[in-house]
């Protein structure tokens, strides 16, 4: 006969083990060579086939042993009349991943080439979670017939039809295998009727009806199927007249599961003879179908609006683990597979590669934190990995670190490792504290580093502290950027100018103890006003009564300017801004003087998603130089502000699409092109520089750019600055 892959799905304890074992016991009496795969964690499924033996789970075996060494014999046990007998197992309740345990079971059988040796193949699996893992064995590789073992108590058909959705989402109306209702009757009141209403609703023929009956205890009490008995013929024709039906071939139909709605009218309630001849498929795939359908939605249809801020296509794990890194003195911890933490690794470490390579400067110590990995390998993704980040945590805090952090990923997320309860192992000296990210299930870059931001927040920050009046907290400053720490000592050196010194930095290289008395300073001084960052802001100002400067890190003379006078007006010392003012006055125009003479009359075409561009346009156009066309990428379609003097810049336009951005530099041939995307810019006759996300803070973030393009250009002593290869190329290696 054409070898058979039968599943037969039910909710637990509804007796599919024992209708099980008795097909499989009536096929192989047939003369069918049968294979049953108990996939219920509970691994009892063949016990009435080996004569009341419990046989080895594959998941335990492959637990003591290495898959490669692993021998198939050890787990494929012979019952009653030659019919093979395989339990996958599960890991004990509560921990690890069921599902993932069946997947890895299923590898090692068709690792070992078992199927071929049997006629049918019959998989008793656990119906009440149709997740990923105990899908498998309806996957489409797998069963070609299914059966749903069924009382007619609600919660055993609620499973049938959730079994049905999960057959239709692999199969989508395609595909005919599913032979029928086993009912098994329970003796309860209207059992029968409200089964055959299922059958009827989802257009199932009931293939058996298993009567209640003390046969089955007492066949159980010999350890053996009802059919292997000599005192039940009727239960025992059953069972043989099913196998033959299988034999012969029974017919197979789609899968139509109910909507939940359907399922209680029918079945629950009054509505006996419902009429169905709307419903040819699930609500949901028509309500799908119809938003596809131009100008024909649904209430259940409604798009979703846009995301409120752009996705950065990292996951919550990436975005935690590299923010929590900013706490110095803690041993970040991440609970995943070493893949995860590898890359992410990299997006920690990179920025601090770029900052050696370009400017010769060592890697900050944010940038090279204590960072590790439990390496949830394969074993753990089923059997849970709790007990091993227990254990890393213990290893990691007897070192005494300020905090042990721990960052969760998709893999703990998904097999359910309860993260939280490493928690307990704080001690006052060393807090333990979870970033319960879960990687790309937990949401998105940003979300990550919001989680990371807030949970250590409200674990570290402790508002009883005394207050530090002449000091200021430096907030937001997340992502590893480019000039983080300049920036920050640009900044540092400017309050300490006025007297006043930097209590923490939330989060960017501070120490825990810094997090811990955040609210003693009196002023708090946002790193960049994104969306992000002012959310963070209000919830600071809400939750500790935090006061904020107006504006974030300054960029450029005016506004560096504008942030010194509010220093000194909130702390009382407008005496120390003006001689400060006046002193960098002075280095502002010698610098502008020289850059003149090296750059005036040079033509700038800029393209730019960044913002609050006054910094660089009133520098550049002091030292003489032209903008001949700013083009403004606005992908975000949001309000972009990039100067507060428009009329002085009338080239400024918005800029739909890159070649609209090439036409203008054929057009208007500039010396210099400015770009956050050089690497869309094609070589010219004119110098490429990039344009940094973050820009340089102070009074002179514009001299410092065009001191580059000067150098870059080294046109006072070349007299050309598209000959510089050596420099550029150096630059952009
Ligand atoms: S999305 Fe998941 S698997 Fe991928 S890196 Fe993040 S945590 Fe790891």
């Known amino acids: ?34 294979l049953q795969i108990g996939c219920d964690p509970k691994h009892d499924s063949t016990r009435l086939l080996t004569e009341g033996r419990e046989i080895p789970t594959v998941l335990d075996y492959l637990r003591d042993v290495p898959k490669d060494r692993a021998d198939i014999d050890r787990v494929l046990y012979t019952g009653i009349r030659g019919i093979g007998c395989v339990e996958a197992g599960g890991p ?59 009382s007619g108590e609600f919660m055993s058909l609620y499973a049938a039809n959730n079994i049905l959705r999960g057959i239709r989402s692999y199969d989508g109306g395609e595909r005919r295998r599913v032979a029928g209702i086993i009912f098994n009757a329970r003796d309860l009141p209207e059992e029968e009727t409200r089964t055959e ?47 033959a039906e299988i034999i012969a071939g029974l017919p197979l139909f789609e899968a139509r599961p109910l909507s939940d709605e359907d399922l209680e009218r029918l079945v629950l309630g009054s509505e006996t003879d419902a009429k169905r001849e709307e419903r040819s498929v699930p609500a949901a795939e028509t309500a799908a ?3 596809t359908v131009p100008g024909k939605t649904t209430a259940t249809a409604e798009p979703r609006p846009p ?133 790309d ?19 570290l920050i402790d508002p009883s502290v005394p207050p530090r009046p002449l000091s200021v907290n430096v907030i937001g400053e997340t992502g590893v950027a480019y000039d983080l720490d300049v920036n920050y000592r640009t900044v540092k050196g400017l309050l300490e100018r006025m007297g006043i010194e930097i209590n923490c930095r939330f989060l960017g290289g501070a120490r825990t103890e810094e997090v811990r008395r955040l609210t003693a300073a009196p002023l708090n001084l946002l790193a960049s006003d994104g969306e992000d960052n002012q959310k963070l802001r209000a919830w600071l100002e809400r939750r500790y009564g935090c006061r904020f400067l107006d504006g974030c890190i300054p960029v450029g003379f005016r506004e560096t300017r504008r942030f010194l006078e509010q220093i000194g007006e909130f702390f009382d010392r407008k005496d120390r801004v003006l001689p400060v003012l006046r002193e960098e006055q002075q280095r502002y125009d010698d610098a502008i003087r020289e850059l003149r003479s090296k750059l005036a009359g040079k033509r700038i075409l800029m393209t730019t998603i960044n913002t609050n561009m006054d910094w660089l346009l009133e520098t550049a156009t002091a030292a003489g130089m032209e903008f001949v066309w700013v083009g403004v990428l606005n992908y975000l379609r949001k309000e972009m502000k990039i100067t507060d003097f428009p009329e002085r810049y009338p080239v400024i336009e918005e800029v739909a699409d890159w070649p609209a951005v090439m036409e203008k530099i054929r057009r208007t041939k500039p010396d210099l092109v400015l770009s956050n995307y050089t690497s869309a810019v094609p070589p010219g006759d004119y110098l490429l520089d990039n344009m940094p996300m973050t820009q340089q803070a102070g009074f002179h973030a514009g001299i410092h750019t065009l001191r580059r393009w000067a150098t870059l250009a080294k046109n006072e ?14 630059y952009f290696s």
């Open 717 to 730: 002593r070349e007299g050309d600055w598209i000959r510089d290869r050596r420099l550029f190329e150096t």
């Open 307 to 439: 995301a409120a801020r752009p996705a950065l296509y990292g996951c919550a794990f990436t975005g935690a683990a590299t923010t929590a890194v900013h706490l110095t003195d803690a041993a970040v911890i991440a609970h995943a597979p070493r893949s995860c933490a590898f890359f992410t690794w990299q997006n920690i470490s990179s920025p601090g590669r770029k900052n050696l390579f370009h400017r010769g400067i060592l890697m900050p110590s944010a940038l090279s934190p204590r960072f590790e990995c439990t390496e949830i390998n394969r074993h753990e993704a089923v059997f849970g990995g709790t007990d091993k980040l227990r254990r890393r945590v213990k290893e990691a805090a007897a070192a005494k670190p300020g905090a042990v952090i721990v960052v969760s990923s998709c893999v703990s997320g998904i097999i359910g490792d309860d993260v939280l309860s490493v928690e307990s192992l704080s001690t006052p000296e060393t807090p333990v504290i979870v970033i319960k990210a879960d990687g």
């Open 92 to 150: 004990k309740p509560g921990v690890g991943c069921a599902g993932r345990g069946i997947i890895s079971a299923f590898e090692f059988l068709e690792r070992n080439r078992v199927k071929e040796k049997y006629d049918i193949l019959l998989y008793d699996v656990l119906g009440d979670v149709v997740c990923g893992g105990f899908a498998v064995p309806i996957r489409r590789e797998y069963a070609d017939m299914i059966f749903l073992v069924t």
């Open 197 to 243: 209403r299922f059958a009827k609703g989802v257009e199932l023929p009931i293939v058996a009806r298993v009567p209640r009956s003390e046969a089955f205890a007492a066949a159980e009490r010999q350890k053996r199927p009802v059919t292997e008995t000599a005192e039940y013929p009727a239960e025992r024709a059953v069972f043989r007249r099913l196998a």
């Open 289 to 291: 179908a119809a938003a």
């Open 441 to 459: 299930i937990g949401g998105d870059y940003m979300e990550g580093i919001d989680m990371c931001l807030y949970t250590l927040a409200e674990k």
């Open 1 to 34: 006969m054409k070898q058979r892959e039968i599943a037969v799905y039910g909710k637990g304890g509804i007796g599919k083990s024992t209708i099980s074992a008795n097909l499989s016991a009536a096929l192989a009496a047939a003369g069918v060579r049968v």
